[in-house]
């Protein structure tokens, strides 16, 4: 051994908790819902790994903006380094891995022998799509059955696209397994993949899958996996959950999977230690014709969208933090929030370049919370310090965890992405069309500092210390000591 640890330090950035600074000019109109108790979750499948979000997501959200009464483009999205998380799941006995996806309905895979194509429609080798397996082989599962004369397609603005036919297959995740469930097989794709995704598990609502009939083109809207979970009974409550853990930066790094980032969980709420601040809050729903969120309780409901009763941060009382019509979204990585939210809260912390709040790497983050069905949730200071890359000099560069999201308007829409879902469990029910959150047990850090003495001859008169840090990630979930 060259070196021995010498001592030890945490840095408790973590147990900063955030501080009710404001009050709210509004008064609430809010009446909670009741929350049910919750139980453990009978089926539960642990997160894997991240991938670059898809220009897809990208599109699906400008599409939804657009469509609202107010068109705003958000600078931030498709930015390179938004992530979405995936799990690993069975597919007619073969295993995949997929990014998990709040934010649309099919689940899909492209099939092996799959035509590749770029983004102009020519054709490319099947490494271009850069899935991370050759696909789903159909003639070795025993459980695949074709469903004639359907399309599934997939289009985006940019270029991305995946056709192929619609099947029936065996699909397990976590050990929760629907059998006869509808997929798409995707048997041509262009991709812009990351080598380690096959295909997506799509989680929101019948509204938003993408299945035609060949003979009259009508759509063929059926029920995504999670869906027929509930009606097969295949789980004891009409719940799933997402638990997403920060990551480290190692694994921001490494092309090999993490496998602590969390959990997609079935049947009722993720394994991870909670507190017991928690609330219950109607999802929203849209309108079909002008495909903008409303209150009715009888629109048609597509993505998980929830009205947000404010934010909380030093000085929030300068500016209204109410904000209708935001979707909690695993799959984009930033909070985009009004933009005089986003304004008021990177006052003195952010620095406004090119569209994006910039901050120092180093920058303890303003505390900030948000509060939704009458109860707050705390942020950690920590998720309000992204990491986004490297300058041309070899500078780290961050970002601040809250951007703009565009003007408060009629049908905007904004997004609570994975700074603030690192907080919470969040739960879904898919029959009361609700969702519960609950706070999550501080995770108390992930910068871990240590130093090491060099181990030179004659050292014990002079000895020089080199600091090292590690990047643990939650660890409320892990009982080994950082050290090791
Ligand atoms: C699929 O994954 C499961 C669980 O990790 C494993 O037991 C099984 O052997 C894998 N199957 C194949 C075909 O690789
Ligand atoms: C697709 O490939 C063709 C032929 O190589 C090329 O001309 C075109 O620019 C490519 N398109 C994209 C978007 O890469
Ligand atoms: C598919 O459509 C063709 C006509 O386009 C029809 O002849 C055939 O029976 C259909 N197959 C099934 C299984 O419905
Ligand atoms: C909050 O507002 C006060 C008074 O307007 C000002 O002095 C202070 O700098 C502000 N703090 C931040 C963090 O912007
Ligand atoms: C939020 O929705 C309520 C009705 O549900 C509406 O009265 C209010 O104006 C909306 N607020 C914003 C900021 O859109």
Redesign the pocket.
């Known amino acids: 051994m060259l070196s021995s640890i010498l001592s030890a330090s945490i840095f408790l950035a973590g147990a900063v908790r955030a501080v009710e600074y404001s009050t709210t000019r509004h008064i609430s109109q809010y009446s909670p819902l009741e929350t049910p108790l919750l139980p453990p979750a009978s089926f539960s499948s642990p997160m894997v790994s991240r991938t670059s979000r898809r220009a897809s997501k990208a599109h699906a959200l400008h599409y939804l903006r657009a469509s609202g009464i107010s068109a705003h483009t958000v600078p931030l999205t498709g930015a390179q380094f938004d992530y979405e998380y995936l799990t690993d799941i069975s597919v007619g006995g073969q295993n995949l891995s997929v990014i998990v996806d709040t934010g649309s309905s099919d689940t899909w895979f492209p099939e092996m022998g799959f035509a590749c194509f770029n983004l102009s429609g020519h054709p490319e080798p099947v490494s271009t799509c850069a899935f991370g397996s050759e696909g789903f082989d159909s003639r070795i599962s025993n459980s695949y059955q074709a469903y004639p004369n359907t399309t599934f397609s997939i289009s985006y603005g940019d270029g991305e696209y995946l056709s192929g036919s619609a099947a029936f297959e065996t699909v397990s995740v976590g050990g929760l397994t629907v059998k006869h469930q509808e997929i798409g097989v995707v048997s041509s794709a262009a991709w812009v993949g990351d080598g380690i995704n096959s295909g997506l598990l799509g989680l929101a609502y019948p509204e938003l899958t993408s299945v035609t009939n060949d003979i009259d083109h009508q759509d063929m809207k059926y029920n995504p996996f999670f869906f027929n979970a509930v009606k097969q009974k295949l789980v004891p409550y009409p719940y799933f959950s997402i638990a997403l853990n920060r990551g480290t930066a190692a694994g921001t790094h490494s092309p090999a999977a993490d496998p602590h980032l969390g959990y997609l969980a079935f049947g009722g709420i993720a394994p991870v230690p909670v507190t017991s601040t928690c609330t219950t809050v109607p999802i929203q729903g849209y309108s079909l014709t002008t495909r903008a969120p409303t209150a009715d309780r009888h629109s048609t409901y597509m993505y998980y969208t929830v009205d947000i009763h404010k934010y909380t941060f030093?000085?929030s009382s300068?500016v209204v933090t109410a904000s209708n019509s935001t979707i909690i979204d695993s799959g984009t990585t930033l909070n985009l929030l009004p933009s005089e939210v986003a304004q008021a809260y990177n006052?003195?912390f952010g620095t406004w370049h090119d569209g994006l709040y910039y901050v120092d790497c180093a920058a303890q983050a303003?505390p900030f919370s948000v509060t939704l069905g009458g109860k707050t949730f705390s942020t950690d200071p920590q998720d309000q310090v992204v990491w986004v890359g490297t300058d041309k000099n070899g500078n780290d560069l961050c970002v601040s965890g809250t951007q703009d999201g565009g003007p408060q308007m009629m049908g905007s829409v904004f997004i609570l992405g994975d700074v603030f879902m690192h907080n919470v469990v969040v739960t879904f029910d898919i029959q009361k069309n609700q969702m519960t959150f609950t706070q999550r047990k501080s995770c108390f850090h992930s910068i871990y500092v240590y130093h090491i003495r060099d181990n030179h001859p004659n050292s014990d008169n002079n000895p020089t210390y080199q600091t090292h840090r590690a990047y643990i990630p939650c660890a409320s979930e892990h009982t080994s000591h950082p050290a090791e």
Do not use: L, M
């Open positions: 030093p000085n300068t006052k003195g303003p």
